[in-house]
């Protein structure tokens, strides 16, 4: 699961209601072309590399190839 997350706060399982541990950070990847906050909800996965990168984009900022339009 990827959420927005703020420091100190516990973050529970929808469904187990068990705390959720934090196993990864997204950090912003700058400079970007891209005007969308390095949030969530303005964020997509590249289909050749998997990496995520902002809807606005049409080339992924980390393999550099030009992504599938969103469906
Ligand atoms: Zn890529």
């Known amino acids: 699961m990827i959420i927005e997350a ?36 303005n964020l997509r996965f590249c289909n050749w590399c998997e990496a995520m990168a902002q809807r606005d984009l049409n080339d992924c900022p980390t393999c550099g190839r030009r992504m599938a339009p969103l469906g």
Do not use: C, N, Q
Request: no cysteine; net charge negative; hydrophobic share 40%.
């Open 6 to 41: 703020e420091p100190g706060i516990v973050y529970l399982d929808e469904r187990t209601g068990e705390p959720m541990e934090v196993v990864g950070e997204v950090l912003p990847l700058a400079p970007s072309r891209s005007k969308l906050p390095f949030a969530v909800e």
